[in-house]
């Protein structure tokens, strides 16, 4: 079983091509996380774990979700990581969270996809993005002949840097940035209330017909890149920025 979180779609993608590939179930884990759902699952097939990379390591909210949720049935696990550069040291930290949970660690793989970050860095136009994914493809399918095999997906090189990154700069990066202090809406809000419902931790309400924030925000960057009218800004770096959500579907 393939399971997927997902801000704004780049993950969901690699996922459900994984999952056509290999002809196994797809299961989008937004509600699980948003409702704090962690009753067990059970799968015959190995299980696959697609996650966008947060700072070199999967985001909290779902390393949250796989520490107190029971995986029963098949203990191989294999974890697919979307990232624009690199995911630096991340998997030794998964290889430890399945051994705390008695889950044999299959490996973790990375894939190359459009920058969707917009709080620190810029997205791509579609025409770019487009390009970055059909590169991808061929790595999917190369994981998908992994995970169909059954085989054990070999560490690529660790640098020193790797480890920094995964380690200390991971563990800076959420107090430092993580949170929704810099978000704000512009007059173009239409009170639709999208950023409200997409939101996995429910951070966000509105306030007579305008989003505002609480303290839960994890930067999945799925309010201001699914926003229909590009009116959610985050301080001034994400002005004039394009917004990004994956232009591929399966």
Same mark, same amino acid.
């Given at each position: 079983?393939?399971?997927?979180?997902?801000?704004?779609?780049?993950?969901?993608? $690699?996922?459900?091509?994984?999952?056509?590939?290999?002809?196994?179930?797809?299961? @989008?884990? =937004?509600? %699980?996380?948003?409702?704090?759902?962690?009753?067990?699952?059970?799968?015959?097939?190995?299980?696959?774990?697609?996650?966008?990379?947060?700072?070199?390591?999967?985001?909290?909210?779902?390393?949250?979700?796989?520490?107190? $949720?029971?995986? &029963?049935?098949?203990?191989?696990?294999?974890?697919? +990581? $979307?990232?624009?550069?690199?995911?630096?040291?991340?998997?030794?930290?998964?290889?430890?969270?399945?051994?705390?949970?008695?889950?044999?660690?299959?490996?973790?793989?990375?894939?190359? +996809?459009?920058?969707?970050?917009?709080?620190?860095? /810029?997205?791509?136009?579609?025409?770019?993005?487009?390009?970055?994914?059909?590169?991808?493809?061929?790595?999917? @399918?190369?994981?998908?002949?992994?995970?169909?095999? %059954?085989?054990?997906?070999?560490?690529?090189?660790?640098?020193?840097?790797?480890?920094?990154?995964?380690?200390?700069? &991971?563990?800076?990066?959420?107090?430092? =940035?993580?949170?929704?202090?810099? =978000?704000?809406?512009?007059?173009?809000?239409?009170?639709?209330?999208?950023?409200?419902?997409?939101?996995?931790?429910?951070?966000? /309400?509105?306030?007579?017909?305008?989003?505002?924030?609480?303290?839960?925000?994890?930067?999945? +960057?799925?309010?201001?890149?699914?926003?229909?009218?590009?009116?959610?800004?985050?301080? %001034?770096?994400?002005?004039?920025?394009?917004?990004?959500?994956?232009?591929?579907?399966?």
């Amino acid at each position: 079983m393939i399971l997927y979180f997902s801000g704004t779609g780049n993950t969901e993608y $690699t996922a459900k091509r994984i999952g056509k590939e290999i002809q196994d179930e797809t299961l @989008d884990l =937004f509600e %699980k996380i948003r409702n704090r759902d962690f009753s067990d699952m059970t799968s015959d097939s190995p299980w696959v774990i697609a996650a966008p990379t947060y700072s070199w390591r999967i985001p909290r909210v779902l390393q949250e979700w796989l520490s107190k $949720t029971r995986l &029963n049935g098949n203990k191989n696990i294999y974890f697919v +990581m $979307t990232c624009a550069g690199s995911i630096g040291n991340a998997g030794a930290w998964l290889k430890n969270l399945c051994f705390s949970k008695g889950l044999n660690y299959m490996g973790c793989i990375s894939v190359i +996809m459009p920058e969707n970050y917009i709080a620190l860095f /810029h997205s791509p136009t579609q025409e770019e993005a487009l390009k970055i994914i059909d590169q991808s493809e061929k790595k999917i @399918d190369e994981i998908s002949l992994i995970i169909k095999n %059954k085989e054990i997906y070999a560490t690529p090189p660790i640098t020193f840097k790797d480890k920094v990154n995964s380690g200390i700069v &991971n563990d800076l990066f959420y107090p430092l =940035f993580v949170h929704a202090r810099k =978000f704000h809406t512009t007059d173009a809000c239409i009170s639709c209330g999208k950023c409200a419902k997409v939101c996995p931790l429910k951070n966000i /309400h509105l306030e007579k017909g305008k989003p505002v924030w609480s303290n839960h925000c994890t930067h999945c +960057m799925a309010c201001i890149n699914r926003c229909p009218a590009e009116a959610i800004e985050y301080g %001034k770096h994400s002005k004039g920025l394009v917004r990004y959500t994956c232009p591929k579907r399966i």
